[in-house]
Nanobody, 117 residues
């Protein structure tokens, strides 16, 4: 199992970024997938989940601004982030999530998102 995030960078407040997570090495379509972030000096914070059939779930912090999606044909997970705020600055990880128990068993290395003027 390998998860490789990309798409992070430096963006001004109000800007947008699209994160990608390439997920070769397992049957991607059979798994829930997650985005989780870690801000400097803070713990892990769940951002969003997507189910096998595309149902989506968001933390309050990203509702209305973030959109999670998946392309099962490309084994790729996405996170579209709009209206970014400085408090969105964090290392963003994608993770494979088991349906039950709802644990995350594999993680990528993370991609840095910095929101600053």
């Amino acid at each position: 199992v390998q998860l490789v995030e990309s798409g992070g960078g430096l963006v001004q407040p109000g800007g947008s970024l699209r994160l990608s997570c390439a997920a070769p090495g397992f049957t991607f379509s059979l798994y829930y997938m997650s985005w989780v972030r870690q801000a400097p000096g803070k713990g892990l914070e769940w951002v969003s989940d997507i189910s096998r059939n595309g149902s989506t779930y968001y933390a309050d912090s990203g509702k209305g601004r973030f959109t999670i999606s998946r392309d099962n044909a490309k084994n790729t997970l996405y996170l579209q982030m709009n209206s970014l705020k400085p408090e969105d600055t964090a290392l963003y990880y994608c993770a494979r999530r088991l349906y039950f128990p709802p644990t995350r068993d594999y993680w990528g290395q993370g991609t840095q998102v910095t929101v600053s003027s």
